[in-house]
Each structure stands twice: as structure tokens, then as C-alpha cells.
């Protein structure tokens, strides 16, 4: 047996660097094609509000950051559905203000002994049982979303007024992504870090977009492509005395180039 | 076989059925006093506008003349400011029948990335009824797929990807996708935008296929020839509606007052006759 399968906390990492890197870039997917992939680094920023908040608290602390990122995402899905700023800078504004309100919280609350660095940068190898079921509860709800409402996601995704004019309810589709994105963001950022969550969004979708050949094929592919990249980080992390969520995004990042390199030289 | 010019397919392919196309409403869209206004500029003033079932008919007019706006207004992608718009008898925001209608944008978002959907896919897209929880496994298989495939002339590009394509090949999909769903209208914005002669020539034949098939058709187009040579009925806008008719009663003056300056169109009589 490899040594890294010895230790308990190296499992748990595993399980959750699986469930985490298999559900966010199936997301990711569907932003990335939206061009809406920054709306996981804004609502990572609104993550960090919410824990600032839930831990000042001390009231279910999950519960409020998922209901401050919800909020987050809602806002900014319907600031851009209405037109009143663009999808960028709707992005910028709710991230900034987030931002400034975490440092504000966290300033005002006395006595608050949290390590914020754990929720920038992570802490994979402190996942406990607790967190795997979450995780693994997400992952259902976002496999189940994401293969019962495929159609309407996939015309969103390709153009909103061809989808509006076949019948798809767009609006109710857009808030659907944006909230299993806030769902995902909030529980992934304990794996990930707030800082590295996005990336593990992106980075594997647009990796399998360069691959696949079909919409489906890009879907399982980016599933795979994060799971995988999780693995192979964890273990280059464990034997290389490296941050998880860092060694994640590296390998993710790596298979990203080599997909983009074959895509450019694939004959066509 | 079945010959266009410059086309041809191997075997004629059926579309639309009758059985739909048949309710009360006489007409596919009516527009009443419909004006509207993107902040404080206004488009489209006063247009009163009704499209015939199986009627072949043309939206006109120079840049900027609210000829886009008007078909979103048609389709309820736009309220109006003012006035009422039908789609078949109902008012679009109510309207719920939405595979009645195939729409063809001149550019979809989505083509012009490289988007991973397959021709198949987004061609089977088209089947859009209703949620459906088995959508992902059900793929994009289907007789109903292989005939708009075949109507549209892109069989054969079933497999490519849909942003690996030309812009006419594209269009063509984006057609496709449209048909699949056995529509009773058909609207097309600038289906012809940057094609060549061959492409043009492509997609009007399957309009034209489609059209007599008792299909709908309602179209923004620049290209005045094609535009005579094609419409049944011409709709010429300028913010406001200038002339709506069959083309041979359109004169060239009426032409040059919609464009601003003298317009040396290729105009039929009532026969197709050139005048």
C-alpha cells in the first residue's frame, strides 16, 4: 500500500479532493461557456464575507456563509439578467464589497481568533467525516441538476435568446447555475481556500472543452479532468511536503496547457 | 431528386406538419401601434404589421431602422413601449406554444467561441419541449434530427463541432435547429449576413423548400434583390413602417425614400417579369 493511503486524514483529503474536483468543474462548464467564469473568484470573495459573519456570530457558521454567498450570487445574476451592469462589472462590485465587509467584520469583532489563512489557501488535510458527507451530498444534488436539467442548461449556455424563444425559462435556469455555484463555492472553499476554489472551476472545464467533442463529452470530461488533477495533487503534495489546494491547481493548470497544446496541433 | 439552384439534396425532406398550423388566429404575428425605445432613442414608432400564415415575408430597411427590433418585439424578447404584438393570436409574454416557432438569430452567442456542441447537438436542442429529466442520456439521435439535418443540407456535418464551422455552415445548423422542431413559423434575423453567392443561394433554397411547404416565414434581410426575388410580401421600415406589400408594388421611389438616396434594385412585376 502507497504510504499516503496509511494515514486517515490522507483519505478523507482523497475523498473530498475527488467529490470537490469531480462537481466543480461540471459548473465551471457551463460558466466557462457563458463567459461568466469569474463569477466563482467574485463569490469566493462574498465566502469569505460569510465566514467572517458566521463565525462573529457563532450560529451555524456554514449556514450563514451559504446564505451571505447565495445572496451574493443572486445579486449578481440579476444585476446582469436586467441589464443594469455589465456581467463584469456586477462581478467587481459584489466582490469588492464583500471584501471590504469581511476585513470591516473581522476588524470590528473583538476577540476573533480565527486563522483566516486556513480559508484563503485551505486546509484539505483537515477535512473531517462531517465535511465528506457534505461534500458528498452537493456532489448528488449538482450530478442530479446538472443530468435532469441538461437541455436548459446546455441552450443557456449556447445563446439565451434562442433558448428564451424555444420555451426554456432562462432566468429561472440562470439563478439555478448561480446558486449551485454559490452551494459549491461555500463548501469547496474549506477544501480549497477562497483564494484557489475558482481555479478548480475554470481551469478543468476549459481543459475539457479543448478535448471533447460534444457537449456531453465536455461535461464528463471536466468531471474526470478534476477529479484526477485533485489526485495527482494531493499525492505530489504529500510527497513533496507541498499546500494541497496549491499542488491542485498546479497539475490543473498543467493539464490545462497540455489540452490546449493538443487541441492547436490535433489535425483537423 | 430535388433541385435547387446550386443545390441540391438526394431526397426531399418533409418538415412541417399541418395539424398545428391550423388554429383559429388568422395570422402568425400582428403587431397594433407597437412603438419602442432603447433609453431615449427611439427604434420602432407606430408599426402596425400582420404576417399571413405561409406567407414569405421580408423586413427591409437601411442600418439602424429597428428591423432586429421589430422581430424580438414579434417574439417577445422585447416589450413594447407602446401597442400590442400577437403570436398567433396571443400575446408572447402568455404565449406557451413555443414549438410553433423556429428562430434563427444572426449570429448565436455560442457559435462564435469554440463552443464543444456537436451540429447534432445543437441541432437536436431544437426538440425543446418541456423539462426533461433523462435529457442528458437521451443524446441527439432521432429521425426528427436526421431530417432537419437533411433539409438544411448539413448531414454531413453532424459530428463537427459547432465553432469549427464557416459562418454559412453555421447558419445552415442554426436552420436545422430551427426546423427540427416542425415550426409554423419560421423567423430568420439576416440568415444571409456574410455569405457568399453559393452560401446565400444555400439558404434560400431551403427557405424557399420550407415555405412551401405551408411553413411561415418571417425574415430581416439588406439584400433588396434577393428580397424581390424571394419575398411573397415586403415590409419596408425606417423607426416606422414605409410600405407592406406584395414586392412588385414596390416602385423604386418608394426605395429611395426608405434608403435616402436612389436605389437601383432589380424589380419584378406581379409575373416575375424584370421592370
Redesign the interface.
Known amino acids: 500500500m502507497p504510504a499516503f493511503l496509511q494515514y486517515d486524514f490522507m483519505i478523507r483529503a482523497l475523498i473530498s479532493g475527488v467529490l470537490v474536483g469531480g462537481l466543480a468543474p461540471v459548473l465551471g462548464v457551463f460558466l466557462v461557456l457563458r463567459r461568466f467564469s469569474l463569477i466563482a473568484d467574485s463569490l469566493s470573495h462574498v465566502a469569505l464575507l460569510g465566514v467572517a459573519v458566521g463565525l462573529a456570530v457563532n450560529v451555524a457558521p456554514q449556514a450563514i456563509t451559504f446564505a451571505i454567498v447565495g445572496a451574493g450570487a443572486l445579486a449578481i445574476e440579476t444585476l446582469r439578467a436586467k441589464g443594469k451592469l455589465p456581467g463584469d462589472v456586477a462581478l467587481a462590485v459584489i466582490l469588492y464589497a464583500s471584501l471590504a465587509g469581511a476585513v470591516c467584520v473581522v476588524s470590528a469583532v473583538r476577540g476573533f481568533n480565527v486563522d483566516l489563512l486556513a480559508f484563503l489557501f485551505g486546509s484539505i488535510l483537515t477535512v473531517t467525516p462531517g465535511d465528506l458527507w457534505l461534500l458528498a451530498g452537493l456532489a448528488a444534488a449538482v450530478f442530479l441538476a446538472v443530468t435532469a436539467f441538461f437541455g436548459e442548461l446546455a441552450q443557456t449556455s449556447f445563446d439565451e435568446e434562442l433558448a428564451s424563444v424555444s420555451g426554456v425559462p432562462v432566468r429561472w435556469v440562470n439563478l439555478g447555475v448561480a446558486l449551485l455555484a454559490a452551494a459549491a463555492i461555500t463548501l469547496a472553499m474549506r477544501v480549497m481556500g477562497a483564494l484557489l476554489v475558482g481555479a478548480l472551476i475554470v481551469m478543468p472545464a476549459l481543459a475539457a472543452q479543448a478535448l471533447a467533442g460534444s457537449m456531453r463529452g465536455t461535461v464528463v470530461a471536466a468531471a474526470a479532468l478534476g477529479a484526477c488533477s485533485a489526485v495527482a495533487g494531493l499525492v505530489i503534495a504529500f510527497y513533496a511536503d507541498l499546500p494541497g489546494g496549491g499542488a491542485i491547481v498546479l497539475v490543473a493548470f498543467a493539464v490545462l496547457l497540455a489540452a490546449a497544446a493538443w487541441r492547436r496541433a490535433r489535425p483537423r | 431528386m430535388q433541385k435547387h439552384q446550386g443545390w441540391t439534396t438526394d431526397a426531399p425532406a418533409e418538415i412541417a406538419p399541418p395539424e398545428r398550423g391550423m388554429s383559429a388566429a388568422p395570422f402568425a404575428v400582428e403587431m397594433d401601434g407597437v412603438s419602442f425605445a432603447y433609453g431615449g432613442d427611439t427604434v420602432v414608432e407606430d408599426v402596425t404589421l400582420r404576417i399571413e400564415r405561409c406567407d414569405f415575408a421580408v423586413i427591409l430597411g437601411p442600418n439602424g431602422s429597428g428591423k432586429s427590433t421589430l422581430l424580438?418585439l414579434a417574439?417577445?424578447?422585447l416589450k413594447p413601449r407602446s401597442g400590442s404584438v400577437r403570436l398567433f393570436g396571443v400575446d408572447p409574454a402568455r404565449f406557451?406554444d413555443?414549438?410553433r416557432?423556429g428562430?434563427v438569430?444572426q449570429v448565436?452567442?455560442?457559435?462564435q467561441?469554440?463552443?464543444?456542441?456537436?451540429v447534432g447537438?445543437?441541432v437536436a436542442?431544437?426538440r425543446?419541449?418541456?423539462?426533461?429529466?433523462l435529457?442528458?442520456?437521451r443524446?441527439e439521435k432521432g429521425p426528427d434530427v436526421d431530417r432537419a439535418l437533411e433539409a438544411a443540407g448539413v448531414s454531413h456535418l453532424r459530428?463537427r463541432?459547432i465553432g469549427?464551422l464557416s459562418a454559412g455552415q453555421q447558419q445552415r445548423a442554426?436552420i436545422a435547429?430551427a426546423l427540427v422542431?416542425s415550426p409554423d413559423l419560421l423567423?430568420l434575423d439576416e440568415p444571409i449576413a456574410g455569405l457568399d453567392a453559393h452560401g446565400e443561394e444555400q439558404v434560400y433554397a431551403v427557405l424557399r423548400d420550407m415555405n412551401a411547404q405551408g411553413i411561415t416565414t418571417l425574415m430581416v434581410s439588406h439584400d433588396i434583390g434577393a428580397v424581390m426575388r424571394e419575398a411573397k410580401t415586403v415590409a419596408c421600415v425606417n423607426c416606422s413602417l414605409a410600405f407592406h406589400g406584395p414586392p412588385h408594388d414596390l416602385t423604386r421611389a418608394e426605395l429611395a425614400r426608405l434608403y435616402g438616396f436612389p436605389v437601383d434594385a432589380l424589380l419584378h412585376d406581379a409575373f416575375h417579369e424584370h421592370r
Do not use: C, M, Q
Not at chain 2, 113 to 118: L, S
Not at chain 2, 128 to 133: L, M, Q, R, T, V
Open positions: 424580438k417574439l417577445g424578447l406557451k413555443w414549438r416557432v428562430y438569430p448565436a452567442n455560442g457559435a467561441a469554440a463552443f464543444p456542441a456537436t447537438e445543437i436542442h431544437g425543446y419541449a418541456g423539462f426533461s429529466p435529457a442528458f442520456w443524446g459530428g463541432r469549427d442554426l435547429r422542431r423567423v
